[in-house]
């Protein structure tokens, strides 16, 4: 198969959400499952209602199978992301700390599992997009500052810099190339 240049230096959306789905979330089985070894991942014995941890593919299958209720994120609440987006306003020079996933979790669990939110799911999506502006906006801003060696982007999801590598590298690239050439004219 072949494979555009562009997507060599990335990882597709398709990639990303792949591994998000290996993180791990509570759920609440409605029915007993005895314990499986898969390749990747061991998965518990699951009991009624007793809580337990699983990957998000499959508590989205058991979910999909009316099998699970999904026991949201401390962070995927209206009022935890307000605080996020409080601090994305308050502080300009800096990102709040979001999960590494935070966008793919939200958007699968929005889209499988809005029944089990404690919040309204449109007011969840609302301040989701309203964190992705301001995220994306201070992202741009900080590219003005780049640099031929440096460039900082603590907090950023796994998204987020996926979405900016291929022209932070093109950028940073040619950046370089003016300073070997000004370094070298200067010699």
């Given at each position: 198969m072949s494979i555009p240049a562009k997507l060599t230096q990335t990882l597709t959306p398709g990639e990303v959400n792949f591994l998000a789905e290996n993180e791990m979330i509570t759920i609440l089985p409605r029915y007993s499952l005895d314990k499986l070894?898969?390749?990747?991942?061991?998965?518990?014995a699951l009991r009624p209602m007793k809580r337990e941890q699983v990957p998000i593919w499959l508590a989205i299958i058991l979910k999909n199978q009316d099998k699970c209720n999904i026991v949201m994120p401390q962070w995927l609440t209206v009022r935890q992301l307000k605080a996020f987006y409080d601090q994305e306003v308050k502080n300009s020079d800096r990102f709040a700390q979001l999960p590494w996933h935070w966008i793919e979790i939200s958007k699968a669990l929005l889209e499988k599992a809005s029944d089990d939110m404690p919040d309204k799911p449109h007011e969840i999506r609302t301040i989701i997009q309203d964190l992705r502006e301001i995220r994306q906006l201070k992202a741009r801003k900080g590219l003005k500052e780049?640099?031929?060696?440096?460039?900082?982007?603590?907090?950023?999801?796994?998204?987020?810099?996926?979405?900016l590598r291929p022209f932070i590298v093109k950028v940073m690239d040619q950046m370089r190339k003016l300073s070997d050439s000004v370094n070298s004219g200067e010699q």
């Open positions: 070894q898969l390749i990747g991942t061991r998965i518990p780049l640099n031929e060696s440096y460039i900082q982007l603590d907090n950023l999801s796994l998204l987020e810099i996926n979405e």
